[in-house]
């Protein structure tokens, strides 16, 4: 007795939640790839942490940290990851020479 192509097909993906859960764990494995790709990325040459930050200014931690607060009104320019804060080098220099802040680079 011959089934139909209709009835192959059907009888073939008898449970179509196998091919849904199947598809779906290729998505997550794919995203955990890619996830893991990004966090191995080198840090840009123009990132600094906070140490870097006050050496850069030749401030102590303290005044960097102070001047990164909301309620400071000429905070320093950084973002936040997770806890830990990110200057840019770029970013702390143009906010140095907008107040007219000399400093030795080296």
């Not at 779906?24 to 040459?45: F, H, N, R």
């Not at 990132?47 to 850069?56: G, N, Q, S, W």
């Not at 001047?67 to 905070?75: I, N, V």
């Not at 990851?81 to 030795?104: A, C, V």
Request: aromatic share 8%; with cysteine; proline share 5%.
């Amino acid at each position: 007795m011959n089934a139909n192509p209709f009835e192959e097909q059907f009888f073939k993906n008898a449970n179509p939640f196998e091919e849904l859960n199947s598809k779906l764990d290729k998505i997550l494995e794919l995203t955990e790839m890619k996830q893991e790709d990004q966090v191995k990325e080198e840090p840009l040459d123009d990132e600094m942490d906070v140490e870097e930050c006050a050496r850069l200014l030749q401030r102590s931690l303290s005044w960097v940290y102070s001047h990164t607060k909301s309620t400071c009104p000429d905070r320093l320019p950084h973002r936040k990851f997770g806890l830990q804060l990110i200057f840019s080098r770029k970013q702390i220099i143009e906010w140095m020479q907008k107040r007219n802040i000399i400093i030795n680079v080296q």
